[in-house]
Structures are given as C-alpha cells and as structure tokens.
C-alpha cells in the first residue's frame, strides 16, 4: 500500500477556516474510499468525513455536518478536508485513512492504510 500523507494543518481562532490535504502515493487511488478521523488529547479516535473512490458519496460525523467538507480529486491522487466555523473542540490531530468498503459507521479499525497526522488547534 502507498503512503498517505497529511497537511496544511496549524493554528487558527474560533470561527476560521482551514484546509487539509491528504497526498497519496497509491497508484490505485480511486478505489479507495477515503476517510478523516480525528483525535484529541486524552480521546479515542474518531470518524469525521469518508469519500467514496467515486467522488459521489459523502458522509459526515454529526458534529462536523454543515460546516466541513470532504473532497477529492482522483488526477491527483488527494483528497481534502474544507473545515470551516472551526470551534475550539475541532482540536485534535487530523489522520486520513484508507479502507476498501463503504460504510455506515467507519470505524478506526476499518482502516487499511494511515497517514501519520497534521494537527488542528482551534484558539478560543
């Protein structure tokens, strides 16, 4: 399995947007669905967004719906994170992930492939 790597992750106040990027090196990009989890200190793990290899299915963890966004361009083998009305509890470090099945309820350990993370820090 390719590499997955996070960025464009930083410092922002409440109410900011920002936007993470997941580059992978996978040349079979597009049969992956993709996922955001996210953890914050002293938390588990938690799904935030996945993306069918399509580009056509969307699901969202309930408290990110409305105000994040998941995307992905398969030419470049990406896929993006748009985070916006951030809120001081967005806090964590943001992970993409792989798996090879469309899920309800994606878990942690549905994932096959990880990145290693790009932190989120939301100033009150």
């Known amino acids: 399995q390719g590499q997955l790597v996070e960025s464009g992750g930083g410092l922002v106040q409440t109410g900011g947007s920002l936007r993470l990027s997941c580059a992978a090196s996978?040349?079979?990009?597009?049969?992956?669905?993709m996922d955001w989890f996210r953890q914050a200190p002293g938390k588990e793990r938690e799904f935030v967004a996945q993306?069918?290899?399509?580009?056509?299915?969307?699901r969202y963890a309930d408290s990110v719906k409305g105000r994040f966004t998941i995307s992905r361009d398969n030419a470049k083998n990406t896929v993006y994170l748009q985070m916006n009305s951030l809120k001081p509890e967005d806090t964590a470090v943001y992970y993409c992930?792989?798996?090879?099945?469309?899920?309800?309820?994606?878990?942690?350990?549905?994932?096959?492939?990880w990145g290693k993370g790009t932190l989120v820090t939301v100033s009150s």
């Open positions: 992930a792989a798996s090879d099945k469309l899920l309800m309820t994606p878990t942690e350990y549905d994932m096959i492939n």
């Open positions: 996978e040349r079979t990009f597009s049969r992956y669905v």
């Open positions: 993306i069918a290899g399509s580009e056509s299915g969307t």
